[in-house]
Each structure stands twice: as structure tokens, then as C-alpha cells.
């Protein structure tokens, strides 16, 4: 690489000082700093104002002009100045940071409507996380940029995310056909951005507490139970944009109560579902074992 010259020329008593540099440098623009907060991008400006006597510094492609304090003459620094230009340079120093464009990751999203007139569900084609997240309230939010950000959407009732969807419960005042195309392209943006959905100190304990208290030491039944809703159940409430989750189960009376998440919680044909979907195959894989199925709104 060839070596950077700085030729530096001022008049005798003149505030201004020009510094050319040789050979000429990649930068195209022409900027004015007062200050070393100004100079956070522009690394060579930076050095300049760590001299206590200079005053402005504005750089034009491949010059430099830079104003003095009246604290001293131009003629006593300018050539120790040169060469701290030169040496930064030469050294590998950068004129100014190049702030790289955030390339977006093609994403898809499409938005489809789920058993709960209240709930739609929008997927995605990546991975959005890699747990089950309910969130009843904004309170829940803590460390979760995503969910929190949906909240400030004044429709917006509840979030719920899976793998790779949303369901998103809104508030009667207002119908799907005014909003969705707008919750649609921010989700987009959002993910082609690649922006946080869960920060460092998200607590998924909060997340999982009832499901893993009621997991702890589970008897054979329940056992049993658990395993007949991950395999049957699951995946056909996941594809309505929700959740099940197995609480409790009362052997005197052979009820299973289970919580519902996302887009079942509230639904208007949940009952049914239960009824004729749930109950029905606890009851015929475990015979004499479950007879009633309860739900509690997650």
C-alpha cells in the first residue's frame, strides 16, 4: 500500500490550517465538527480534538481544515500535527466509520384466521422462538422487545407465540379488516430486521411456572394424561394458533382440568372441543380413568 503524505499550509496569524492528504482518500463528503461528541464516527477527526487546541475541524474529501484556539500560532504545531495525521493514517487509522446497511432476511408472513373470531394467527417462514410464550398483559413483557412492542398497538389484547407464529387476541372494538394488513407488515419488518424477540433476561421460568409446578412428580395417570396431550392433542391446537397445557387431575371424580393458551383461550367453540375432541380421546385411551375434561383459560 502506497504511503499517505499530508501536505499542510496556513497563513502567518490565520486560524485555519489545511492539511491535504496525498494520495487522496475514499471519502466523499464534506462535514463540520465543533466537538469530540460530533466526532464519535469519524475516528481521525476524533484525534484531532484530543489537542487542547483545536476548535473546529471540517473535512472535505481529502482535506482536512481545522480552526485553533488563540492559545498558540499555527507555525509552532502545524508540522507535529502533519505528521500525527500521517502516522494515524499510515498506521491503519480510519477517516471515518463505515456504519454498514442492515441487509433484511427475505421474510413471509401470512395471516390466518383461527377458530376464536378474537385470535388470528400470523406465520412466519423462520423460527421465531424456541419455547411457548403467552403473554396475558404487557406486563409480562419484561425482556421480550417483541411481544412488548405489539402491546403499544391500543387493539391489541393478548399475545401468544409458538415456533414459528403469533396469535394475537384483540379487543372487541374493533374487526380484523382494519388491522391486519398493519399487524402483518410490522411483524414482517420486525423479523426481516432481525431485531431481539427475547433479550438476555427474560425469565422463562415465569413463562413455564404453572406448567412446571404441575409437572413435579406426577403419578402414573397423569403421566399418561401429559403424554396423550403432546402426542393427539397438541399439534392440532398448535395448528389453531394455540396451547394446551395439562394442570391437574382429580382421581375421585376422573376430571382432568387443562390450561388453554393463544388463540383457544376465550374461544367461543373451546367448549365444543373439549367436549367432543379432548374428552373424547382421553376417555377412549384411558378407559374408566377420565370422564370429564375442564378448561382454564390461560
Not at 464516527?41 to 473546529?56: E, G, M, T
Request: hydrophobic letters at 40%.
Amino acid at each position: 500500500m502506497k504511503e499517505i503524505r499530508i501536505v499542510a499550509t496556513c497563513k502567518k496569524g490565520a486560524a485555519l490550517a489545511k492539511f491535504s492528504i496525498t494520495p487522496p482518500l475514499d471519502v466523499s463528503v464534506s462535514k463540520t465538527f465543533i466537538n469530540i461528541d460530533q466526532a464519535s464516527d469519524a475516528p481521525l477527526v476524533k484525534q484531532l480534538f484530543y489537542l487542547p487546541f483545536v476548535k473546529k475541524v471540517v473535512l472535505e474529501n481529502s482535506t482536512l481544515i481545522v480552526e485553533r484556539f488563540d492559545i498558540l500560532e499555527w507555525e509552532d504545531v502545524i508540522e507535529e500535527v502533519a505528521a500525527q495525521i500521517e502516522d494515524f493514517l499510515n498506521d491503519g487509522g480510519e477517516v471515518l466509520n463505515v456504519v454498514k446497511e442492515r441487509v433484511k432476511v427475505p421474510v413471509t408472513v401470512y395471516a390466518e384466521s383461527t377458530p376464536n373470531p378474537s385470535a388470528m394467527k400470523f406465520v412466519a417462514n423462520k423460527k421465531i422462538t424456541d419455547q411457548t410464550l403467552s403473554f396475558e398483559n404487557v406486563d409480562l413483557t419484561h425482556d421480550a422487545p417483541l411481544a412488548r412492542e405489539l402491546f403499544n398497538f391500543p387493539f391489541v389484547k393478548e399475545v401468544f407465540m409458538d415456533e414459528n407464529y403469533i396469535s394475537i387476541s384483540k379487543h372487541d372494538t374493533i374487526q380484523w379488516e382494519e388491522i391486519v394488513m398493519e399487524l402483518r407488515g410490522f411483524i414482517k419488518s420486525y423479523l426481516e430486521e432481525e431485531k431481539t424477540i427475547l433479550g438476555p433476561s427474560f425469565d422463562s421460568q415465569v413463562q413455564d411456572s404453572s406448567q412446571s409446578k404441575s409437572y413435579q412428580n406426577l403419578n402414573e395417570t397423569e403421566q399418561e394424561i401429559v403424554k396423550i396431550l403432546e402426542e393427539y392433542v397438541k399439534p392440532a391446537v398448535a395448528s389453531d394458533g394455540g396451547n394446551i397445557i395439562f394442570d391437574s387431575y382429580e382421581d375421585s371424580e376422573k376430571k382432568v382440568k387443562v390450561v388453554l393458551q393463544g388463540a383457544c383461550s376465550g374461544c367461543p367453540s373451546s367448549t365444543f372441543t373439549l367436549k367432543n375432541g379432548i374428552e373424547n380421546i382421553l376417555k377412549e385411551m384411558l378407559p374408566g380413568k377420565v370422564e370429564m375434561v375442564e378448561a382454564i383459560n390461560g
